[in-house]
């Protein structure tokens, strides 16, 4: 083999090897923008995260027919921080993932029907069927949390609560890290707890 085949062999093989070891894109990070999205909520109208920018944005995303979630709803406990925290200003929109035919799945008048029987109180349920917004994410989970602030940066991401089962767990004597997070920002502190492991069940992607 010459020297030129062998310096070329080399330059290929190198080539490879960068193209193999290349870093993958970057998902949502504690302190980092939030990625934009543009979403349909259940009422028909649309929502773009930028355009909220100068307020605190929590994204919640939700399953009713998830265990981990319906404890939340059924306790109350969800309900109560939405009603919390949007009447301090805070726009809390809900995002449901599933795909047509999977756990969860939801028409936009079913969705109301949820939101009326539960009274929740998220400023919008956001339909995700095709599963963008929550692939964008990084959803894993519902429920899982984003906290955003008003520079638009994510300064919270993870687990509602510090409580992780479903049988004989009571939301409301858990530690909430979303309503933890909002405290430290009142104070204006930094979050004592940004980034924590969601738990719950699977996002039903298609």
Known sequence: MTAKRTIAGLAGAAMLAFVFVAPAAAGPAVGKPAPDFTGTDSM?????????????????????ECPYTAKHYDAGSMQALQKETTADGV??????????????????????????????AASAVILDPDGTIGRLYGASTTPEMFVIVPDGTIAYM????????????????????????????????????????????SVKYK
């Open 158 to 201: 993870g687990a509602i609560d510090d409580e992780p089962s479903t049988w004989g767990a009571n939301p409301l004597k858990a530690e909430n890290y979303v309503r933890l997070a909002m405290a430290d920002l009142a104070a204006g502190k930094p979050v004592s707890k940004p980034k924590t492991r969601p738990h719950g069940c």
């Open 44 to 64: 028909g109208k649309t929502h773009t995260l930028s355009d909220y920018r100068g307020k605190t944005v929590v994204l919640e995303w939700t399953n009713h």
């Open 91 to 120: 726009v809390w929109l809900s995002v449901i993932s599933s795909a047509p035919g999977r756990q969860g799945y939801v028409t936009a008048d079913e969705a109301n029907s949820l939101s009326k029987t539960r009274s929740a």
